[in-house]
């Protein structure tokens, strides 16, 4: 495990753990507080597992009174929250601190009301993203937002990370799908931001929240907005002789007037990883492959088809394929959701990094991360959301071997960097949490920062509400930037991986 | 008089908001200065953006256009027009309402104003398309948040902040907004004859089905005899229902809603030109062209509309109702303070608000600008006004009282 610099432990509270634990006892049931070590080990990490700290008290209340109540109280008497949904972040956002009361919000977990009329779902934050589609799909709805641990983060969790999806191109990220949410302050104000209606007056407090990693209120509350599913979905499978031309490719789509429900490159080592763990049947002899994935009525479906087809010809494919049915859509996704598990098999340990760029620079930057790859020893292969210019480069590397962790790290670092130099920023979808938050300084400057932190104190006054996350704990800038996946420890294995 | 200083560079911005800010001398600060909106403020000086203009960087491909605050949404949008784009959030050329003709306003107030057309119910607001930005605080620091890039989690969304945020936290010196392919092809379904009641179930069955509307709007009889179109009849109430994308796809899913509506008698399709026409006439608000009362924008959950306008119809009011059912823009005589509180007292009680849009000089120093009532809400952005700018010299007052 990295050692990493936390806010000072407040050493008065860890003595009157006892009395805390007592006094929260009147604010909730007695078995919503866990406070001996074993019980809360479950808790010491979310899924950025190389960081690991037990928080000296979990609690899981049961609704918006109580949270106010606690966040209150730990207010008063100066004692750090950490809020928590379903643990599944990559950035260490729900990492909890050693002098904490670790929040978690896992029994709001109903779904409040589903509002056909307003198109909307008024749902506890608990509630896993899946089971808002599950709500409403047998009347042909969705929520858009689909990050590939919809099955298990809470919709809590995913408007603290403005969580992603491979649609967000064409439907947005979190903060474009959310009405409204109900938040308690540190303090214990309960408000509430947005409802039913489409648009707020006043400073946009939810849009401020939204992507703010637990550090401004906690969630108790939330609306978001549902869509109709399309009448028709169909994916084009291309395959390019270098990624020159597929990055050519996608650019030439969005500027031909094209925005597909979702585009994504493998590069070749990416290929060959994938396909021979899922056997999705990709051509091999190719530098990199393009899915397209266009929805809409039938007919405009089969036009845009054509259109992407005629693009990718113009650009030189030299593998192209349009899916003839829902299976084969989904066979052509397989090889990439399995992108992950697949760099697992591969090698003993892996950092998965999350930087944006714009979609034109990607040839320059993956050729930069090549030269690095060199330059480190280290084997890289790179996924990206190609239509919105989110890069998952994945580091490849043995924690066995002593100092290679720190190069791995190193390497990442550096890719960020590149991505900042390149014009784009630090995250797309995973957020900052403990990950990043050093090389925050390579996108803001001092007064950006102190802007920030001090938004975050008209919030919460004391800075109590997950301190040491986001940004940098010393105010100054030093190396980092890394998400550590050891294999075997990787939490949530099976979940299919962007 | 207030003084005006029209700088021409961040830095002159910077320059000139700090030496405000050691005096603390309260600033108003403008676009163009077209348009009266928000309260009536007095400051000894006006900071107008109108110099600092520009297009920084346009990158079609890459969807996004960089200016800087002064620049004309005119501007912008013959800019993207020739690379087939567009802002899709449809801004609304408030000059119709204010001075009866085109007057499209500065990107920089169209920002803090948050102002969005027809299309936001399904685009989103004017916020979801601003990617960042850089602004001069309250303090004369330069600072920035968001990037020209769409996926962003790195520290807080300020872009989200400052938008609608009426320049009481910052004087906005770049704006990244978000670019969008313009559609190939609009059409419009109109439905003749409807009352309100049935117009809004209009938009309430066509938004349950996946042909995605993109307009939806009821203008009650006699409110579209504005409109000098060829194709329609303006002395019926008129029900319309949008669809953009391309042309074959578009005609499919007109047809499917004709089939849909097929027990209404009066339908009438809008083709491509006639269709654009017409929206663009409604986000620019042309229905209250020039005009010389009290215009309010309400918003509020759609299934609240019908009844909400009930309790109105003994009173001397004219309506639209746009984004299916979620927003109603009224006109009421100029000096009715009675009507004007009595809307807003109701839709409180329906969980929306009430924005005064224009109103004489008088109205707007005596009637609340916008709706807030929570008393938490309203400390808890006072701390955030205190947070960009403690000495409350950036538009004092221009939001509500302090704010
Ligand atoms: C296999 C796998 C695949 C993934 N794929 C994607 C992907 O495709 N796209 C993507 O965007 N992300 C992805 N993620 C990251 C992660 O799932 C998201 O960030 C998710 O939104 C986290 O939700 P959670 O409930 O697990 O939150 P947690 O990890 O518990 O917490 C995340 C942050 O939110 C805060 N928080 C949680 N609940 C609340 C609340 N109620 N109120 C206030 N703050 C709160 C926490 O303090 C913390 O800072 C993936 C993760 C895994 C493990």
């Known amino acids: 495990m990295t050692t990493l610099l936390m806010p000072e432990v407040d050493q008065r509270v860890l003595f009157d753990k006892e009395k805390i634990v007592s006094d929260l006892k009147k604010f909730t049931n007695s078995n919503n507080i866990i406070s001996d070590s074993e019980g809360v080990t479950p808790y010491e990490t979310d899924a950025l597992s190389a960081y690991k ?6 609690v899981l209340p049961e609704n918006t009174e109580e949270v106010s109540d606690i966040l209150k109280y730990c207010n008063e008497n100066n004692i ?17 601190l050693k002098d904490c009361v670790l929040l978690s919000l896992t029994k709001f977990k109903k779904i409040l009301e589903v509002d056909y009329e307003n198109r909307c779902v008024v749902t506890q934050p608990g509630v896993t993203n899946l089971s808002i589609t599950k709500a409403v799909e047998d009347r042909g709805f969705y929520y858009a937002p689909d990050p590939s641990s919809q099955i298990a983060c809470s919709i809590g969790g995913n408007i603290a990370e403005n969580s992603g999806g491979v649609h967000c191109l064409k439907y947005g990220m ?4 959310v009405l409204g949410v109900e938040i308690v302050l540190m303090d214990g104000t309960i408000l509430r931001f947005g409802g039913k209606k489409i648009e707020s007056e006043g400073y946009d407090l939810l849009g401020l929240i939204t992507g703010s990693e637990g550090l ?3 969630l108790t509350e939330v609306t978001v907005k549902i869509l109709k599913k399309p009448q028709s979905v169909k994916a084009l499978l291309l395959g390019f002789d270098s990624i020159e031309e597929a990055g050519k490719t996608v650019s030439d789509i969005i500027s031909g007037g094209v925005i597909p429900a979702a585009m994504e490159i493998m590069d070749k080592p990416l290929i060959k990883a994938t396909n021979d763990y899922s056997k999705a049947g990709y051509p091999l002899d190719v530098e990199a492959i393009l899915i397209v994935e266009l929805d809409g009525t039938e007919s405009e479906v089969g036009v845009l088809i054509t259109k992407v087809e005629q693009i990718a010809q113009k650009n030189k494919v030299k593998y192209l394929r349009a899916s003839k049915d829902d299976e084969e859509r989904l066979r052509f996704w397989l090889g990439r959701k399995a992108a992950f598990p697949a760099i697992g098999d591969m090698s003993p340990d892996y950092l998965c990094m999350d930087g944006v760029i714009p979609r034109k620079k990607l040839p320059e930057v993956l050729k930069e991360i090549n030269k690095l790859s060199k330059k480190y020893n280290l084997r890289v292969a790179n996924c990206f959301h190609a239509g919105d210019g989110n890069l998952h480069p994945l580091i490849m590397f043995d924690s066995n071997i002593p100092a290679e962790l720190k190069k791995a790290e190193d390497f990442g670092a550096d890719i960020l960097k590149l991505c900042v130099q390149s014009g784009g920023v630090l995250s797309g979808e995973h957020g900052i949490g403990i990950e990043k938050r050093e090389l925050m300084c390579e996108m803001f400057n001092n007064e950006d920062i102190q802007q920030q932190l001090s938004i975050k104190k008209a919030f919460d006054e004391k800075s109590l509400l997950n301190p040491g996350k986001v940004y940098p704990i010393l105010h100054r800038c030093a190396e980092g930037g890394k998400m550590h996946v050891k294999t075997g420890e990787e939490k949530f294995k099976d979940i299919p991986r962007f | 008089m207030s003084e005006v200083y029209s700088p021409t560079s ?9 030496s405000c800010f050691l005096e603390g001398s309260p600033i108003e600060v403008m676009g163009f200065g077209s348009k009266a909106i928000g309260r009536e403020i007095q400051c000894s000086k006006t900071l107008k953006l109108q110099k600092l203009d520009g297009i920084i960087e346009y990158f079609p491909d890459e969807l996004y256009i960089k200016v800087k605050p002064g620049t004309s949404l005119e501007l912008i949008e013959n800019t993207l027009e020739q690379k087939n784009q567009e802002l899709s959030f449809e801004p609304s050329d408030l000059g119709y309402l204010y001075k009866g003709k085109s007057l499209k306003g500065s990107a920089g107030a169209a920002v803090a104003c948050n102002l969005s057309g027809s299309r936001r119910f399904k685009a989103g607001a004017l916020r979801d398309h601003l990617l960042g930005f850089r602004a001069v605080n309250g303090k004369g620091e330069v600072i920035k948040s968001g990037g020209s890039v769409v996926k962003n989690v790195t520290g807080y969304d300020v872009s989200k902040l400052i938008s609608g945020s009426y320049g009481t936290l910052g004087v906005i010196t770049e704006i990244i907004f978000k670019v969008q392919p313009r559609y190939d092809e609009s059409q419009t379904l109109i439905i003749y004859d409807l009352n309100l009641k049935k117009a809004l179930n209009v938009f309430s069955q066509s938004m349950q089905t996946s042909y995605e509307i993109s307009g939806a709007c009821y203008y009650p009889e006699g409110m579209a005899s504005f409109f000098t179109l060829n194709d329609i009849d303006t002395n019926s109430s008129i029900t319309a229902l949008r669809v953009e994308g391309p042309k074959i796809s578009v005609s499919e899913r007109i047809k499917s809603l004709k089939k849909l509506f097929s027990d209404h008698q009066n339908i009438f399709v809008l083709e491509n030109y006639q269709s654009r026409i017409f929206w663009k006439s409604t986000s620019d608000i042309s229905f209250f062209n020039n005009s010389e009362n009290t215009v309010v924008k ?17 009173e001397d009011i004219k309506f639209v109702v746009d984004w299916a059912g979620n927003l109603i823009w009224i006109e009421i005589a100029k000096e009715d303070s009675v009507l004007l509180r009595q809307l807003r007292k109701k839709v409180i009680n ?9 109103a004489p000089t008088h109205v707007r120093i005596r009637e609340d600008f916008l709706t807030v009532v929570d008393e938490n809400m309203k400390k808890l952005s006072l701390r955030i006004k205190d947070s960009f700018d403690p000495k409350g010299i950036l538009n004092p007052g221009k939001m509500y009282s302090g704010l």
């Open chain 1, 53 to 58: 700290q037990k928080p000296m008290i979990v």
């Open chain 1, 80 to 96: 750090k929250v950490v809020p928590r949904g379903a643990g599944t972040g990559l950035s260490g956002g729900a990492l909890p």
């Open chain 1, 174 to 177: 979190t903060t474009n799908n």
């Open chain 1, 216 to 218: 401004l209120g906690v």
């Open chain 2, 10 to 18: 961040e830095q002159d911005v910077q320059t000139f908001v700090h």
């Open chain 2, 298 to 314: 309400i918003s509020l959950p759609p299934v609240f509309t019908e009844e909400f306008l009930q309790q109105f119809t003994n």
């Open chain 2, 350 to 358: 329906f969980n929306g608000h009430l924005t005064i849009m224009k």
